[in-house]
C-alpha cells in the first residue's frame, strides 16, 4: 500500500481544477493557476490578498520600468521589483521544502524554487504589455524578456541576475546528460509549467515516502494537462503500488488515446496484458 494512509486521499479535481485542463494555453494566466493549484491544499485561505499583492507588484513594475523599451531595461526593472523591493528570491537553504512550489506559501516566505519565482517573473511582465516566456533548462528554469531584437535571460532564483551565453552554456554542461548533449533551450507552454510545478510537488512527496499525497498530486496533473501522459503513466503506477488494478488500467488505457508515441503504447500495451493474465 502506498505510504502516508494516515491522511485520505483527496478527491479527485473539483470543477475549478478542471476548468483549468479546459482552458487554450494561451489564456492561462500563470500566476492565477497557480494560486488555484494552490488552494486546493489550503482550503480556508483567502486568495484576494495574494491578487491584491500580485496587483501590487504589476503597478509598481508599470512605474519602474515606465521607460523600459528595452528587454535589459525589463530585466533590470523586473529584477528591482521582484527580488529587491518584495524580496521575492531562491530558498537555498531549504531547497527541497514543498512550500517552495506551492504559490500561496512562496508568496507568504518570499522563497521559492526557480520554477515558481519564474512563474511570478512571466505574470507580472505579462500582465503589463511585455513579452516574457519560461525557459526549460535541464535542472533549471530561467526567464527570457522580449522575443526580438536582444532578449534578455534571466534568473529569478537569483534575484533576477542576469544570464549570458557562458553562464547558459555552463548550466547546460552541468545538468544535460553526457550522452545527450543540450544545445538550444525552449519556451515552455503555460500548462507545461504548471505541471513543472506539480511536478516539483509530487517528485518530493514520493521521495518523503507520501504515495497518496503523490498520487493526489498526479491526479492533479491529468485533470490540469489531459494529454500529458507521463502524468497517467505515474498515476496508474502509483494505483497498482495501492492495490487499485481497476483504476491503473484505466489510467492506463486513457494514455492509449492521448499519445502516438509508439514505444510508450508498447510498455503500455504489454502492462495491460500482464494485468490480464494476473487477474
Not at 179 to 208: F, G, K, S, Y
Not at 219 to 235: K, L
Given at each position: 500500500m502506498l505510504g502516508g494512509m494516515n491522511a485520505p486521499l483527496l478527491p479527485l479535481p473539483d470543477d475549478d481544477l478542471t476548468r483549468l485542463g479546459l482552458v487554450e494555453d494561451g489564456d492561462l494566466v500563470l500566476d492565477e493557476a497557480a494560486l488555484a493549484l494552490a488552494q486546493l491544499d489550503h482550503q480556508a485561505v483567502d486568495l484576494t490578498p495574494y491578487h491584491d499583492l500580485l496587483s501590487e507588484i504589476a503597478e509598481q513594475l508599470e512605474v519602474t520600468g515606465m521607460a523600459a523599451e528595452r528587454a535589459a531595461d525589463q530585466a533590470s526593472a523586473l529584477a528591482a521589483v521582484l527580488a529587491d523591493q518584495f524580496g521575492f528570491l531562491g530558498d537555498d537553504l531549504t531547497y527541497d521544502d514543498p512550500d517552495n512550489a506551492d504559490l500561496i506559501r512562496v508568496i507568504d516566505r518570499r522563497r521559492g524554487l526557480p520554477v515558481s519565482l519564474a512563474i511570478l517573473y512571466v505574470a507580472a511582465a505579462r500582465r503589463i504589455g511585455w513579452q516574457a516566456q519560461v525557459l526549460d533548462v535541464p535542472g533549471h528554469v530561467l526567464v527570457l524578456i522580449g522575443m526580438d531584437e536582444a532578449p534578455v535571460i534571466v534568473d529569478p532564483f537569483a534575484g533576477g541576475a542576469r544570464v549570458g551565453a557562458e553562464r547558459l552554456a555552463a548550466l547546460l554542461q552541468t545538468h544535460a546528460p553526457t550522452?545527450?548533449?543540450?544545445?538550444?533551450?525552449?519556451?515552455?507552454?503555460?500548462?507545461?509549467?504548471?505541471?513543472?510545478?506539480?511536478?516539483?510537488?509530487?517528485?518530493?512527496?514520493?521521495?518523503?515516502g507520501h504515495g497518496r499525497r503523490a498520487l493526489t498530486l498526479f491526479?492533479?496533473?491529468?485533470?490540469?494537462?489531459?494529454?500529458?501522459?507521463?502524468?497517467?503513466?505515474?498515476?496508474a503506477r502509483l494505483l497498482l503500488v495501492d492495490g487499485d488494478v481497476a483504476g491503473a488500467r484505466s489510467s492506463l488505457g486513457t494514455i492509449l488515446e492521448v499519445t502516438r508515441d509508439p514505444e510508450l503504447r508498447a510498455q503500455v500495451s504489454d502492462l495491460l496484458e500482464k494485468l490480464a493474465a494476473s487477474s
Open positions: 550522452h545527450e548533449p543540450v544545445t538550444q533551450v525552449a519556451a515552455m507552454p503555460n500548462r507545461a509549467v504548471l505541471i513543472r510545478l506539480l511536478q516539483n510537488q509530487a517528485t518530493r512527496a514520493e521521495q518523503a491526479a492533479r496533473m491529468t485533470a490540469v494537462a489531459p494529454e500529458y501522459a507521463h502524468a497517467w503513466w505515474q498515476r
